[in-house]
């Protein structure tokens, strides 16, 4: 599975934002089928994610994006978004792909190789490998480096990086044998998040073959 470059993760935080929505379109639209629009959204009701991946989802078949939903496989499967991304405490892997019947791309977060290899055998078509770098975001878990994502890819599924990823070093993550970075502050940060989020993809798309 070919999956997109560039995964831009919304936290609660950010969706927060007056102008999420507006904004997180844009992004979708600027990034075609590079980008991957993430919503980890883990202090909002079912019915709250639910109809902000409806419209998300929607804007994202439109523009040919990822909109991908974390954790809540049921909105996931209900809201017509492109895929679900599984953390620990989610339903296994294998669960997910039954239920889900092909409609969904199915990620799952690994920190090891050992992890990466049993979430592929599951049926993941996709992993998160973190934390690559330091990050706020999880202080408490020790970086490991671009090192991470070439033991991950023994896997055989596409691996995307994460952890403390931005325009500095990305390319050193794509280098190591991934198919794309995850990123949150760099992108939304960012004075412009749209020309943020391109320059991100023209830096790592021919470091991948894209």
């Given at each position: 599975m070919k999956v997109p470059l560039l995964h831009v993760i919304a936290t609660d935080e950010v969706a927060e934002a007056p102008t999420f929505q507006s904004m997180a379109g844009e992004l979708m639209e600027a990034g075609g089928?590079?980008?991957?629009?993430?919503?980890?959204?883990?202090?909002k009701n079912g019915r709250s994610i639910h109809g902000l991946a409806e419209r998300l989802g929607a804007m994202a078949a439109g523009a040919g994006a990822w909109c991908v939903v974390n954790g809540?496989?049921?909105?996931a499967l209900t809201a017509g978004v492109q895929a679900v991304q599984l953390?620990?405490?989610a339903l296994?892997?294998?669960?997910?792909?039954?239920?889900?019947?092909?409609?969904?791309?199915?990620?799952a977060s690994v920190h090891s190789a050992e992890e990466a290899?049993?979430?592929a055998e599951e049926g993941a078509d996709f992993l998160l490998a973190g934390s690559v770098f330091s990050t706020e975001t999880h202080p408490d878990r020790l970086p490991i480096g671009p090192a991470l994502v070439t033991s991950c890819a023994v896997?055989?599924?596409p691996v995307v990086g994460i952890g403390g990823i931005d325009a500095s070093n990305a390319e050193q993550v794509i280098t190591a044998g991934a198919a794309g970075v995850a990123v949150v502050r760099?992108?939304?940060q960012a004075a412009d998040p749209v020309e943020q989020a391109l320059?991100?993809?023209e830096r790592i798309s021919d470091r991948a073959g894209a």
């Open positions: 089928g590079r980008l991957a629009l993430h919503l980890r959204l883990r202090q809540r496989v049921d909105v953390g620990w405490g296994p892997v294998r669960e997910v792909r039954k239920i889900s019947r092909g409609r969904l791309a199915i990620g290899v049993a979430r896997a055989g599924v760099s992108v939304w320059r991100l993809i």
